[in-house]
């Protein structure tokens, strides 16, 4: 699947759309978005502009620095909900290990689907130096282009996104709201009272156990009950 340049360009201006839009929802100034991620205000200004692609560790830290689910990004219209201040990592640091870390991924997804970098590149029309700076981080991986090497490699470009990191485990706790806030008004009414807690615990303690093993256990109460 040789990579389109106009259809990078084409997505690198929907997201530094989306990026411009939910700055000004926020009330943030341009230079505030770039000293967050680390970048000059020229950058951040080509990101949303599309002129220039933004990586998914930028992305994330501009949707943690504006309180967004990252999933905004992805086309969804909801916003978080869920102010007031938080922590804020040291995104010097952070922002260059997640480059590490998805360049580590990238390699491993690769192999698994049995590709070297030169039928990579081929595949993909990108060369195969950049595509190795990619994987040992030296290089950032613009989103559009992680897109399509996740997509061509068998990956949702969720799997690259941050779990473990105070931006992951925030970004989490914001879907994990929104899930909440889909929910029947019934259920959430059950699930908030604390005398219910009891029947979660064991909802959750039931969604653990095998089905072999649940359909055991259902047999046996059946026996008990006949």
């Known amino acids: 699947m040789p990579v389109k340049p106009a259809a990078l360009t084409l ?29 000059t205000g020229e950058t951040m200004e080509a990101y949303e502009l599309g002129d220039q692609a933004i990586s998914l560790p930028e992305l994330e830290a501009i949707a943690y620095t504006l309180d967004l689910p990252l999933e905004h990004f992805w086309g969804s219209q909801v916003l978080s909900t869920n102010g ?8 010097n ?10 360049g580590v991924m990238l390699r491993e997804a690769r192999l698994d689907a049995g590709f070297s970098l030169e039928s990579l590149a081929q ?11 990619y994987e040992l981080g030296q290089e950032p991986v613009p989103l559009p282009q992680l897109e399509i090497l996740s997509g061509l490699l068998n990956h ?26 889909a929910l029947p008004h019934e259920l959430q009414v059950f699930i908030s009272k604390p005398v219910n807690r009891p029947y979660l615990d064991l909802a959750r303690r039931l969604s653990d156990i095998s089905v072999d093993r649940l359909r055991a256990v259902a047999e046996g109460l059946l026996e008990i009950t006949y």
Request: proline share 5%.
């Open 11 to 39: 997505r690198a201006k929907i997201i530094g759309t989306l990026i411009r839009d939910a700055r000004l929802a926020a009330d943030k100034k341009i230079e505030e978005c770039a000293e967050a991620i680390g970048v």
């Open 84 to 91: 007031g201040s938080k922590p804020q990592p040291d995104m």
């Open 93 to 102: 640091r952070l922002i260059p290990l997640r480059h590490r870390m998805i």
């Open 123 to 133: 595949r993909t029309k990108l060369e195969a130096s950049l595509l190795e700076s």
């Open 156 to 181: 949702s470009i969720r799997e690259f996104q941050d779990v473990h990191g105070p931006v992951g485990f925030w970004n989490s706790e914001q879907r994990a709201v929104q899930d909440f806030l």
